[in-house]
């Protein structure tokens, strides 16, 4: 293995001093919104050691914040070496979106028109929706359950990708990734590796695509530092034709860090005696469809207006039909029966082009519709977004 990344490297070495030096090019991308939020607290009653209220869920602040900002650029050298460099600030990468790093990095030899290898730090193939930039996708954010099931926004590792066209409209993209686990310390005891097809039909505009992820990481057990396995994996379609949009996709997958159940809380129905009664690491199951028509426009030198929607819905405890629980957050001596898993939510939203390409305004309201019952109701979110790039 070390011998192939020495080789790998010489090769980018020895292409890089060969090659004739050309500027790359540059893009900036900014994007600032306001968000408001609609519902209530989330408290219940914790009888010890005395009566008082906890809280299960806090209803955010509103607030102005800065989603990205960043600049990118990228070029190559006599065509085989391709490189790329994104620098900026994110709030999916930093939180608070304040600190300056390294979004993406990334640079490929180009064995041939069709296929290229090299290492990276960006966005992986997980079906349609992962592989986007987060603020490329339809609706303001990406779907609930990619946050539960992604390892990271950017991981770092080694990709291979072919990209083949067969003919007018129709074409087969794959990436294979070879990644570091999300602590980024190792690709052996700590890892993540996938595969990703893209397959564009012959029809025009339609396109399907599917993964498959192997993880291995620590998913938070108590009493237990060890690394476990798990996997993900999903397909879906992917519809752009003229002013239509349309994307579904489904993702099932185990071993994830919001799928422990404690055994100390469990509750076997039949015996009555707090007992292991459910598996450690649960299965979840979840899809999102989402759909948009662009309306051409001359309206006070407006471009475009694009009304969408979005439906997603998630069951992390997929294998699982009913169990009985103390809840360990209030300490309660009381028998829950718990049955329902199921969480989903609806968007609705209108993009507004303040230029052919470039410039957005984008309003993006997504509220909850069903509650699972081991989650809170958390509060419906209002977006108002202005992003551009060149």
């Known amino acids: 293995m070390k011998i192939y990344w020495l080789t790998l490297i010489t090769l980018f070495l020895s292409s890089f001093l060969c090659a004739e030096f050309e500027l790359p090019e540059f893009h900036t991308g900014i994007v600032i919104q ?19 209220n906890v809280t299960r869920y806090s209803v955010p602040q509103d607030k102005f914040t800065m989603r990205s900002a960043v600049i990118e650029a990228e070029g190559e050298f006599q065509d085989k070496i391709l490189y790329n ?20 990095a990334g640079i490929y030899y180009k064995l041939n028109e069709q296929i290229k290898f090299g290492l990276m730090k960006g966005h992986v193939m997980r079906g349609f929706e992962m592989h986007d930039e ?8 990406k779907a609930f359950s990619l946050n539960t099931f992604k390892n990271q926004c950017h991981p770092t590792g080694f990709v291979l990708e072919t990209d083949h066209a067969f003919r007018k409209n129709m074409g087969l993209k794959t990436q294979l990734g070879i990644l ?5 310390t190792s690709y052996t005891d700590e890892y993540d590796r996938n595969l990703g097809i893209i397959f564009h039909t012959p ?23 060890s690394y ?10 992917n519809i752009d034709f003229q002013n239509i949009f349309f994307r579904a996709e489904y993702f099932s997958g185990k ?8 055994d100390s809380i469990l509750i076997n129905p039949a015996t009555e005696f707090y007992e292991s009664s459910l598996p450690e690491d649960n299965i979840m199951n979840a899809y999102y469809l989402e ?3 662009k309306i051409q426009s001359d309206l006070f030198g407006l471009r475009y207006f694009q009304p969408y929607l979005k439906y997603q819905s998630w069951n992390k405890l997929a294998n699982i039909d009913q169990f009985y629980w103390d809840d360990p957050k209030t300490q309660q001596q009381e028998e829950i029966k718990v049955k329902d898993f199921v969480s989903s939510f609806f968007t609705l939203g209108l993009t507004i082009g303040l230029d052919e390409e470039h410039t957005k305004l984008k309003f993006d309201y997504e509220f909850p519709v069903l509650v699972s019952d081991i989650e809170s109701e958390e509060a419906g979110r209002l977006i108002v977004r202005l992003q551009t790039e060149f």
Not at 34 to 52: I, N, R
Not at 134 to 141: D, K, S, W
Not at 205 to 223: A, C, E, P, T
């Open 34 to 52: 306001a968000e408001t939020y609609f519902g209530e607290d989330d408290f219940v009653t914790d009888s010890l050691p005395s009566p008082h």
């Open 85 to 104: 460099v994104e620098i900026g600030m994110a709030t999916c990468e930093a939180g608070n979106g304040l600190n300056i790093m390294l979004m993406d």
């Open 134 to 141: 987060c603020v490329g996708v339809l609706t303001a954010e």
């Open 180 to 184: 570091n686990g999300p602590t980024e």
């Open 203 to 225: 029809l025009k505009g339609i396109s399907i695509g599917g993964f498959y992820n192997l993880v291995r990481q620590d998913f938070g057990k108590m009493n237990d530092e």
């Open 228 to 237: 476990e396995d798990g996997y993900r994996y999903g397909f879906g379609t």
């Open 255 to 262: 071993g994830f860090t919001e799928s422990i159940v404690r």
């Open 291 to 293: 759909t948009a028509y």
